[in-house]
């Protein structure tokens, strides 16, 4: 897809997604910067996946009303607004999930979004909206978008994903990051088991299927 030439098997860390990003980036012509794909029901505050050009630039933001950023690179990227006070982010290197202990377990999957999903959601809550980002806004962000979409409007991945992707057509989230979202899948379903101990005792959330309203989320679009 889009000029893509990686295969989905192998090991996690075996996939080289900043250079599927750049790839991408040559061979396909034309593509927005961002993209909303989920907008929150009462504040309208509006989750959007981009590109680096739409992090680096503050026109776009500007137009955008985004001051809150979850970076998805590596940890050595640049934050390219972090000296402006105004700028909130996060880092959130999905691509090295691999590396954390326990990720058979789809608890601990759960767990290593969570921290991401809580601060997107204490964002848009307060009616601040958010741009997840990476290198070409379709691998590594586009996969923190899907799982947020998942977690957010309780559907499974691969809804999720076409939901996702007819909004963001680039999205792809191949080989080791599909991997990780059909995981998520799981632990999302078992999320009760978290949402009963640790993550509600921390004052978090109800989980999917544990009283978020997905049915009262504003679809994109409608």
């Known amino acids: 897809m889009f000029g893509r030439k990686f295969s989905p098997l192998g090991s996690p860390g075996s996939v080289d997604y900043h250079r599927a990003g750049e790839e991408l980036i040559r061979n396909v012509r034309r593509y927005n910067e961002l993209d909303a ?7 309208g505050a509006k989750v959007y996946i ?4 739409s992090a680096q630039t503050k026109g776009i933001l500007d137009r955008h009303g985004i001051r809150r950023v979850v970076n998805c690179q590596d940890t050595t990227t640049e934050n390219y ?31 290593f979004f969570l921290s991401v999903f809580k601060w997107i959601d204490t964002q848009i809550e307060q009616g601040k909206s958010v741009l997840v980002h990476c290198l070409a806004g379709a691998h590594r962000a586009g996969s923190t978008g899907v799982a947020y979409v998942m977690y957010a409007r309780n559907m499974g991945f691969d809804d999720a994903l076409a939901y996702v992707k007819n909004l963001r057509p680039i999205v792809d989230p191949f080989g080791p ?8 899948e ?32 504003r679809r994109i679009g409608a």
């Open 50 to 53: 981009g590109n680096l050009v």
């Open 37 to 43: 794909v989920y907008e929150h029901p009462t504040t």
């Open 186 to 217: 799981k632990g999302l379903k078992v999320g009760a088991t978290i949402t009963g101990s640790e993550h509600m005792a921390s004052g978090g959330k109800p989980l999917l299927g544990m009283g978020r309203a997905a049915a009262a989320t």
């Open 177 to 184: 990051l599909e991997d990780l979202l059909r995981r998520l």
């Open 81 to 111: 607004h972090q000296s402006n006070p105004e700028f909130e982010y996060f880092r959130f290197p999905i691509s090295h999930w691999w590396r954390e202990s326990s990720m058979d377990s789809a608890e601990n999957v759960l767990k």
